[in-house]
T-cell receptor, first 108, second 114 residues
Framework: KNEVEQSPQNLTAQEGEFITINCSYS?????LHWLQQHPGGGIVSLFM???GKKKHGRLIATINIQEKHSSLHITASHPRDSAVYIC??????????FGTGTSLTVIP | DSGVTQTPKHLITATGQRVTLRCSPR?????VYWYQQSLDQGLQFLIQ???????AKGNILERFSAQQFPDLHSELNLSSLELGDSALYFC?????????????FGAGTRLSVL
């Protein structure tokens, strides 16, 4: 049973394209996290959301608590955005559940 | 650089052995989290410590244990190692122990059990 489902699993885009990665979850959450993992393996936290929408530069994350769904958008994608993007949810018992990740490749 | 230090970077050992992974959190962070990332299971939450006390436990095997010391560094002990324990182990830290905190990840320790 997967508490967190991400789609798509793989995504290839041309530089400049608008990208959307989706995350659906089945548990009650206290927060949702979007993580970025580069080919070298390092993980960076991009966003932590409990409601609404957040924006950092070209990245936008939204969450709909009622529908148990979040999206990560990348505007004007660039080859340096190529990475694996992972959705993680945190429940009120401090448990964390991870999606399997979306592997993004942006072609120049 | 996240400010979270994990050592060693790589560890190669044999089945049945015991290893210790070390994590130093960012200065001022009281919470430490341990995660395992394997090819077949993806990322899994193992355990969280806050200011020296265990706060939450995830899918941590009984052969694994962790602790957080008074100086806030943490160690993850893996014993009776099996081939399936080969994975990348990440430590992360955050300022507080309650939910909804941004976590800062270390570079990970890659464990290979032969």
């Amino acid at each position: 049973k997967n508490e967190v489902e991400q789609s798509p699993q793989n995504l290839t885009a041309q530089e400049g394209e608008f990208i959307t990665i989706n995350c659906s979850y089945s548990v009650g959450i206290s927060a949702l996290h979007w993580l970025q993992q580069h080919p070298g393996g390092g993980i960076v936290s991009l966003f932590m959301l409990s409601s609404g929408k957040k924006k950092h530069g070209r990245l936008i994350a939204t969450i709909n608590i009622q529908e148990k769904h979040s999206s990560l958008h990348i505007t004007a994608s660039h080859p340096r955005d190529s990475a694996v993007y992972i959705c993680a949810v945190e429940d009120t018992g401090n448990q964390f559940y991870f999606g399997t990740g979306t592997s993004l490749t942006v072609i120049p | 650089d996240s400010g979270v230090t994990q050592t060693p970077k790589h560890l190669i050992t044999a089945t049945g052995q015991r290893v210790t992974l070390r994590c130093s959190p960012r200065s001022g962070d009281l919470s430490v989290y341990w995660y395992q990332q394997s090819l077949d299971q993806g990322l899994q939450f193992l355990i969280q410590y806050y200011n020296g006390e265990e706060r939450a436990k995830g899918n941590i095997l009984e052969r694994f244990s962790a602790q957080q010391f008074p100086d806030l560094h943490s160690e993850l002990n893996l014993s009776s190692l099996e081939l399936g324990d080969s994975a990348l182990y990440f430590c992360a830290s955050s300022v507080a122990g309650f939910w909804g905190n941004i976590q800062y990840f270390g570079a990970g320790t890659r464990l290979s059990v032969l």
